[in-house]
């Protein structure tokens, strides 16, 4: 599986900020407080940033990359239909 970058290089440099930004305070506030275990998850998504950062890639934005235009219909489907119900409401008030 070919993998290619879908990640610009300020957005990365930014993702690697971010993320060694909350892998120090998640790891800081794992030496106050060894038993959380929200602590390590949260590290590991600062290093999951970071990863994301150095590689270039996101699975995310690869998703809505992908299936971006089934999104965007969806979104635009349900904002119409909400549309049309609050124009009924008018009408009938």
Do not use: H
């Not at 120090?24 to 106050?32: D, F, G, L, V, Y």
């Not at 971006?68 to 009924?88: A, L, R």
């Amino acid at each position: 599986m070919k993998v290619k970058t879908n990640v610009g290089t300020i957005n990365a440099l930014i993702r690697i900020t971010a993320g060694l930004t909350v892998l120090s305070w998640a790891t800081a506030r794992m030496i106050k407080q060894p038993q959380s275990e929200s602590n390590l998850i949260i590290a590991m998504l600062g290093g999951m940033k970071v990863a994301e950062g150095i590689v270039r890639y996101c699975p995310v934005t690869a998703l809505f990359e992908e299936n971006g235009g089934k999104i965007q219909d969806m979104i635009k489907s349900n904002q119409s239909e909400q549309t049309q119900g609050q124009q009924d409401q008018l009408i009938s008030v």
